[in-house]
Every structure is written in structure tokens, then in C-alpha cells.
């Protein structure tokens, strides 16, 4: 579905990618985890043809109508309503506006519809990216950080949102640097460090690879199980 | 051509919604009103178009430049654009659905101006053909710099200094014969001397005009195949 071979990408003498190479199967959560800086966003706009690589060869086999993409920076128009700034590409696609409100209850922003993004909270921006990157349907989903900095509850209810569409057989390609949110979510995970690929394969099975299987209480869980809310 | 629908009406909606943009297309026929009304009507020594004419030229020079590189440069810092063009939309139809807004944004300033000037049904429609062909030569402009401009800041710390030049350099030509001389050769000069006296004639105006949008067009592909709209 997705694949990269011997990919290599300098910034001036810096080299950001050296020789990236995997394989993401249709229908799967494929995680790449890193840290600040590690390539993980060169990957995805390199994926989704916003950069070209120096060497190697890289493929998804879907047309770019096909893709749909959250990156960091939303990019969404701030005066416009929720509902305006999905209109916008819904023309561009060609779908009736109907869709975009169906998309918002999915994300459950129906009642922000009207208002201004502006006006949104981050976790609210986050799911109206996340509305405009599924509103066409598309067949593989880049999300980059979609957790970045949301409090647990949204970001729980992003997951939700993340599993449902894996289950409508959507292929997702997401970065984080949160490594939970990739055992939880990823089929198929690759650590990137510096540019270079230092592990890969399903997240149980690194783990017990490194013997690295942790038991650590989850307060996090229980504090959400005990009060129906997030730790905001 | 849905997607020049598409950015079309978005920057439309937008638009009415973005008070520092919206500004430039109602403050210098407002501007022109109140001289027109309050000074030129009641002192025999100024015409009463002066002021209508001399707003209409600076409104060209300046309001259109500023409003077409800031709405790129915003669309560029907040990565707008980057989204659009993933989603398919072409360079060419982005930059026809926002110069389509601005341009019709200016045409109605240019209403506006011509039903303050007063002016007779002829000169009215030569006011309106060189006021909307020195607007495509502006929008033209104002999106070459906003490819240049990173955000909105730079946008504005370009244009204005050439909006300053372009839209008062026929004010400053009346008092220097040589910059009268330079002047001559750019379009902004070209509607004031359109504007200031309708007898003279279109052609060699709309002559100068058009060249300038030529020679501005060639800048603009220029400037984009160097720059591109997203880098």
C-alpha cells in the first residue's frame, strides 16, 4: 500500500533521512514513533509528494484524491465556520455538502458547526482537521502528531475516531512521539532516530524483543474510568 | 474550474470577514466621498472630480497591491495553501479565485468612484475600463510579492513601499517634469491621465496599460517557476 526504499534526504549538509526503507500493509495502523526532529514529518511530505528525496524510490498505491492528511500546522481558515472551511473542500472534491455535516458528527463538532474555527479550542481544531483529512473518504490517512498537546479525553476520543475508520478499512500512516498511543493504536510500528531506522515490526513483539514489556499502573485510565473526564 | 469556484467562494466568504482587507475597497471611496461632498463642491478652485479621480488612482495602486499579497501571504504562513494543493488544486486556480474576488471587489469600489465622480455615460465607461484594467495589472503585482513575502508581516513590508510609488507617483508627476517623464510609462500614470482628462482619448492609455500587464505577467511566471506558491 505504502512503501519507501533506500530513501536518503539532506537539508544542506544536514542528512534527515538515511536510507528509509519499510512496507505498510492495506488496512493497518502503521506508527513511525521518534522525537522531535527524528524525519518522521520529512517522511510524510515526502510521501505525499511535498518534497522530493535525493535517492530512493517511493510508492502508494492510491492516486493523491485518495489520501487524506493531518499535519501539525492545520492550516484551516480561522474567520470561517467548521462547517465553511469543509465546504471549501468539499467543492474542490466535488461532493455535496451534506457530507460535510455528516463528517463533523463523526467527529462530534455538530454543535460547533457555526462557529468560527477561531473560536475553536486546540482539541476542537484538531478534530476539524481531522473532518476535512476524512470528508472525501479517502483510502490511506496521513495523520502527523494528531494527539500533539490535547488533554487525554480528546485524545482517547481521537483514537476512537483513529480505530473506527482502521475498521472502515482505511490504511493509516501516523507519526507520534507518544510511544502508549502507538502500542495501543499501531499494527506495525518503525523507530526513527536521526533519520535512520532503528527497530521495526508489530509493538508487542519489540517490546518483548528488548524485554522491555512494562506493568506500569495506568492512573491515567482509572482517573478516566472514576470521573467519565480527562485529567484537564 | 471547481476548484477557481471552490477558492472563490471561499476567499468571498472570507473576505467579508476580514476587516483589514475589506477596509481598502471601502475607505478611499469613502474618503473620495467626503472631499468630494465637503471640500471640491463648495470651492470653485477645485474640480469636483479631483478628489474622486486622485482616490481612484491610489486606490489601483495601493488597495488592490496589498489585498492580493497579504490574502497569498496569509493563505502561505497559515498553510492553507499547502492543504489546497494536496487536495489537487492548481496554482493557476488558486490564484484566479482569489484575483477573481479582489478583482470583483474592485469593481465595485470602481462603481462606487465612478456614481461619486458624477461623470456622463461615456466617460463613465472609460473610467470603468481603465479603473479594471489597471486592477488586473495590481492583482497581477500584489501576487508576485506575495510569492515572495513568507507572511503576512513581509507581505506588507514589500508592498508597501511599491504601492506608495505606484499610487501617488502620478500626484508627485504634476509637480517634477522628469518623474512626470518615468511616470509615463507605468499604468497608474496612465489612469490619471485617463481619469483627469476623458477628451484625450483610450488607446495609448490602455496601450501602456496592457504592456504593463504583460511585462507583469512575465514577472509573475517568473517569480512563480523561481519560488513556487508553497515553498
Same mark, same amino acid.
Given at each position: ?33 521518534? !522525537?522531535?526532529?527524528? /524525519? ?9 509528494? $511535498? ?67 477561531? $473560536? ?5 481544531? $484538531? !478534530? ?28 482517547? /476520543?481521537?483514537?476512537?475516531?483513529? $480505530? ?7 490504511? @493509516? ?23 535512520? @531506522?532503528?527497530?521495526? /515490526? ?6 518483548? !524483543? ?23 | ?17 476580514? *476587516? ?12 473620495? *466621498? ?48 499547502? *492543504? ?6 492548481? #496554482? ?27 461623470? +456622463? ?15 488586473? %495589472? ?24 511599491? %504601492? ?5 507617483? #502620478?500626484?508627485? %508627476?504634476?509637480? +517634477? ?18 481619469? +483627469? ?14 504592456? +504593463? ?8 511566471? %517568473? ?9
Amino acid at each position: 500500500m505504502i512503501k519507501m526504499d533506500g530513501i536518503v534526504k539532506k537539508f544542506g549538509t544536514q542528512t534527515v533521512l538515511s536510507d528509509v526503507s519499510f512496507e505498510a500493509k492495506q488496512g493497518e495502523i502503521f506508527g513511525l514513533l521518534g !522525537r522531535s526532529g527524528a /524525519g518522521k514529518t520529512t517522511i510524510i511530505n515526502i510521501l505525499t509528494n $511535498q518534497l522530493k528525496p535525493d535517492s530512493g524510490s517511493h510508492k502508494i498505491s492510491v492516486s493523491s484524491y485518495e489520501t487524506g492528511l493531518m499535519l501539525d500546522e492545520d492550516g484551516l481558515y480561522d474567520r470561517l465556520t467548521c462547517l465553511d472551511n469543509l465546504h471549501v473542500f468539499a467543492d474542490i472534491y466535488g461532493i455535496p455538502h451534506k457530507n460535510s455535516s455528516e463528517v463533523l458528527e463523526k467527529v462530534g463538532l455538530e454543535n460547533a458547526a457555526k462557529k468560527a474555527v477561531s $473560536q475553536l479550542s486546540k482539541g476542537m481544531r $484538531q !478534530r476539524l482537521a481531522l473532518a476535512r483529512a476524512i470528508l472525501h473518504k479517502p483510502k490511506v490517512l496521513f495523520l502527523d502528531e494528531p494527539t500533539s498537546g490535547l488533554d487525554p479525553n480528546t485524545a482517547q /476520543g481521537i483514537h476512537k475516531l483513529i $480505530q473506527g475508520l482502521q475498521k472502515q478499512g482505511t490504511t @493509516i500512516f501516523l507519526t507520534t512521539h507518544n510511544m502508549d498511543e502507538a502500542v495501543k493504536l499501531c499494527n506495525h510500528v518503525l523507530l526513527l532516530h536521526k533519520g535512520k @531506522i532503528v527497530e521495526q /515490526g508489530i509493538p508487542t513483539e519489540i517490546c518483548e !524483543r528488548h524485554n522491555a514489556t512494562k506493568t506500569v499502573p495506568d492512573l491515567e485510565a482509572v482517573f478516566i474510568k472514576m470521573t467519565g473526564e480527562g485529567l484537564s | 474550474m471547481r476548484s477557481v469556484k471552490a477558492i472563490f467562494v471561499k476567499q468571498a466568504k472570507d473576505m467579508t470577514k476580514n *476587516f483589514s482587507v475589506l477596509i481598502m475597497f471601502v475607505i478611499f471611496p469613502l474618503v473620495a *466621498f467626503g472631499m468630494t461632498h465637503f471640500v471640491a463642491r463648495g470651492n470653485d478652485d477645485i474640480a469636483d472630480t479631483m478628489f474622486t479621480t486622485m482616490m481612484a488612482g491610489i486606490f489601483v495602486g495601493m488597495a488592490l497591491i496589498q489585498s492580493a499579497c497579504t490574502i497569498i501571504a496569509e493563505d502561505r504562513e497559515k498553510k492553507s495553501l499547502r *492543504f489546497l494543493v494536496i487536495a489537487g488544486v492548481k #496554482p493557476l486556480a488558486y490564484l484566479l479565485g482569489i484575483g477573481g474576488v479582489i478583482f470583483v471587489a474592485s469593481l465595485l469600489s470602481s462603481l462606487a468612484f465612478g456614481y461619486i465622480g458624477g461623470f +456622463n455615460r461615456n466617460e463613465f465607461v472609460a473610467f470603468m475600463v481603465v479603473m479594471m484594467s489597471g486592477a488586473v %495589472a495590481s492583482i497581477i503585482l500584489g501576487a508576485t510579492i506575495g510569492i515572495y513575502a513568507k507572511n503576512q508581516q513581509a507581505a506588507t513590508g514589500l508592498s508597501m513601499p511599491i %504601492a506608495v510609488i505606484l499610487g501617488f507617483s #502620478p500626484m508627485i %508627476a504634476q509637480f +517634477n517634469e522628469r518623474i512626470e517623464i518615468l511616470a509615463r510609462f507605468v499604468y497608474t500614470q496612465q489612469i490619471n491621465v485617463v481619469v +483627469n482628462d476623458f477628451s484625450a482619448g483610450l488607446t495609448q492609455p490602455l496601450v501602456v496599460i496592457w504592456l +504593463n500587464i504583460a511585462v507583469l505577467a512575465v514577472l509573475f511566471i %517568473a517569480a512563480y517557476a523561481k519560488k513556487g506558491l508553497r515553498s
